[in-house]
């Protein structure tokens, strides 16, 4: 179901907004439709990116070895 949405801009803003837009080959509407969707999936995307990381780390196989170096050895010059 879609609902409207009223907002309030400067006038100027919305002319320029109108004309950029004519120049896409699109609407201020559909820009900012488009620019909502986005926005409102945002957190979902960055949730399912997280979910992913902890996936693959929690998949990989990481041999550390020992380490024998000292902190001088690591920064001789």
């Known amino acids: 179901?879609?609902?409207?949405?009223?907002?309030?801009?400067?006038?100027?803003?919305?002319?320029?907004?109108?004309?950029?837009?004519?120049?896409?080959?699109?609407?201020?509407?559909?820009?900012?439709?488009?620019?909502?969707?986005?926005?409102?999936?945002?957190?979902?995307?960055a949730a399912q990116a997280v979910a992913g990381v902890k996936r693959l780390m929690g998949a990989a196989e990481l041999h550390w070895g020992s380490s024998t170096w000292s902190r001088e050895e690591l920064y001789e010059r």
């Open 1 to 45: 179901m879609k609902t409207n949405l009223t907002i309030t801009v400067d006038a100027e803003v919305l002319r320029k907004a109108r004309m950029r837009a004519l120049q896409e080959d699109t609407s201020v509407n559909a820009f900012l439709r488009g620019r909502l969707e986005d926005y409102a999936d945002e957190g979902d995307r």
